[in-house]
């Protein structure tokens, strides 16, 4: 029988941003079950070939292990499909067993809400992240924001480098002093994303001009990069119960980006 420590074990470190990587290290997802998967939970945009239904199994997974959220039979185990269900409200789940010899060490044969298991496993908490510190220093990580990645701020190429991380600075406080952070997954665990509004604040219910995840550390804020506002939609979305409960703008953007965004972007 499959032990919860055998599959602590199997699933490995969760600091990593290679998400899909390590889901398949620990298990063998054929693409017809992840397929039937999409199509009976509630219908809504996984992007090209389901990737973002991939990151949000890959986190999920590994929270339901770390988090003991798993039944067993003599030779499978059994997860929570996250917090999917079907258009009727039923919980989906997934079913497992040992893998092939040489390959992953587990693998993948049902997802579905009707399943033959002893005990029905719960879906997993999603953590909360951190408190975010009143007046902290925010340090960014300038030549990769600004520099790497100057097409996404072209309105502030002509302003001088300083200018434009006190832009993005102020933004940023603007945008947690009115509490429009949302609940985020980067590098390995929750944080926040916070919209950047740049050129206009006259309706913070429209799509911000960037957005920027920033990792809550101790006696400051860090800021890797800036994002056009449909990237960070997958990492968002194993965040929330449902896709509806991100902001609407969020979904209007990745709608309108989905079907040319890639796995690595």
Known sequence: MPTIEQLRNDIGDGYTNHLIDR???????????????????LNENWGR????????LAVHIAWSIEQGKVTFSEDQFYL?????????????????????????????????SHINAPSLPAPPD?????NVPKGVEIVMQHDHMLKDNEDRVSFLKNAPPVAQMCAISGAIQWSLNRELQLPYWYHGKM???VPLYLKDREN???APDLVAPIQ????????????EPHMPYANSRVSVKRHDQLPPWMIHTWNVHADETELDD
């Open 80 to 112: 929570a499909a996250g917090n999917l269900q079907t258009r009727y409200g039923t919980p989906l789940y997934l079913v497992f067993v040992q893998g092939e010899p040489g390959r992953s060490p587990w693998k993948l044969i049902k997802a579905g």
């Open 191 to 193: 944080n926040y994303l």
């Open 49 to 56: 070939n389901l990737h973002v239904l991939k990151k949000y």
């Open 23 to 41: 889901l398949h290290k620990f298990a063998y997802i054929p693409d017809k079950i992840l397929g039937e998967l999409a199509e009976q939970a």
């Open 204 to 206: 913070i219910a429209n």
């Open 216 to 227: 809550v550390m101790e006696e400051m804020l860090l800021v890797r990069t800036v994002l």
């Open 126 to 130: 999603i953590p909360k992240g951190p």
